[in-house]
Nanobody, 129 residues
Framework: QVQLVESGGGLVQAGGSLRLSCAAS????????MGWFRQAPGKERELVAA????????YTANSVKCRFTISRDNAKHTVYLQMNSLTPEETAVYYC??????????????????????WGHGTQVTVSS
């Protein structure tokens, strides 16, 4: 079992920045894929960015490329999402998730929420205009 705890959400003005953190614990997850998803009211959950823990390969949604960066700290078992130039349309609950490595055979697999086995409770990000 893997436990994920997100932090760092909050209220920010349009154009501002936030850094989300996801602390992971439990089973050995050094080969897992870790993803940040977001879900706005009335919308589907979508991947923002993902990282392969073992080799650091990252996958980022086109909508946030050049603004959002995912990173990991192996020693702290923590994954981060640095978000810059936020827009009001990015107001959502942001979730951290972990996927068993056997589910991630292709790059596109990282973008599917159904491939992730463990989820945090989410952290609210609100961007005011």
């Amino acid at each position: 079992q893997v436990q994920l705890v997100e932090s760092g959400g909050g209220l920010v003005q349009a154009g501002g920045s936030l850094r989300l953190s996801c602390a992971a614990s439990g089973r050995t997850f050094s080969t897992y894929g870790m993803g940040w998803f977001r879900q706005a009211p009335g919308k589907e959950r979508e991947l923002v960015a993902a990282v392969r823990w073992s080799n650091g390969n990252t996958y980022t949604a086109n909508s946030v490329k050049c603004r959002f960066t995912i990173s990991r700290d192996n020693a702290k078992h923590t994954v981060y999402l640095q978000m810059n130039s936020l827009t009001p349309e990015e107001t959502a609950v942001y979730y951290c998730a972990a996927a068993e490595p056997f589910r991630l055979n292709y790059d596109t697999d990282y973008f599917r929420a159904q491939n992730y086995d463990y989820w945090g409770h989410g952290t609210q990000v609100t961007v005011s205009s």
